[in-house]
C-alpha cells in the first residue's frame, strides 16, 4: 500500500504553544486520516518533526510500504534528506525518531512543496491552536 502525507507543524511564539497537523491519502487520493494536536511548548522546527513522525507512524500501522511525505517545512525536508547536517541536539533526537520509522518502509520520500500547497495541514495545526486558546 502506498500513502501520501502532508505534514505541518506550528507554533505561537517560538518557543510557544505549538501543535502538529497531517493529512494521509491513500493511492486512489482519499484521505483517509487527519491529525490535529496540540503538543505543548516546541519551537516551530521541534513542532514540524513532531507532525511528520506522529504522521509516520500512523502510515506504519496502517501497513503502508511506500509513503511520499509533503511538507512546507525546507529544513525537515533537507535533513531527513540527509542534505542539511543537525546542530541542534533536541532536533538530532526528533531525527533517530524520525529515521527509525522511515527504516520499516519499503520506500519513503521527503518533498519540499510551497506553504500554499500544505494548506489543509496548517489549517489543522491552527484549529489546534485555536481550541487552546479558546
Given at each position: 500500500m502506498e500513502l501520501t502525507i502532508y505534514s505541518d507543524g506550528g507554533s505561537r511564539g517560538n518557543p510557544g504553544q505549538a501543535a502538529i497537523g497531517?493529512?494521509?491519502?491513500?493511492?486512489k487520493g482519499n484521505k483517509i486520516k487527519e491529525i490535529s494536536e496540540h503538543?505543548?511548548?516546541a519551537t516551530n522546527n521541534q513542532a514540524e518533526y513532531i507532525a511528520v513522525i506522529k504522521a509516520l507512524e500512523e502510515a506504519?500501522?496502517?501497513?503502508?510500504?511506500?509513503?511520499?511525505?509533503?511538507?512546507?517545512s525546507?529544513?525537515?525536508?533537507?535533513?531527513?534528506?540527509?542534505?542539511?547536517?543537525?546542530?541542534?541536539?533536541?532536533l538530532s533526537s526528533l531525527f533517530v525518531?524520525?529515521?527509525n520509522?522511515?527504516?520499516?518502509?519499503?520506500?519513503?520520500?521527503f518533498n519540499h512543496i510551497p506553504r500554499e500547497k500544505?494548506?489543509?495541514?496548517?489549517?489543522?495545526?491552527?484549529?489546534?491552536?485555536?481550541?487552546l486558546e479558546a
Open positions: 497531517a493529512v494521509i491519502f491513500d493511492d503538543i505543548g511548548t506504519s500501522n496502517m501497513k503502508a510500504e511506500k509513503v511520499k511525505v509533503f511538507m512546507d525546507e529544513l525537515v525536508v533537507k535533513q531527513a534528506r540527509r542534505e542539511y547536517k543537525i546542530k541542534n541536539p533536541e525518531k524520525l529515521w520509522i522511515v527504516s520499516k518502509f519499503k520506500e519513503c520520500s500544505n494548506s489543509e495541514a496548517d489549517a489543522l495545526v491552527n484549529k489546534a491552536l485555536d481550541e
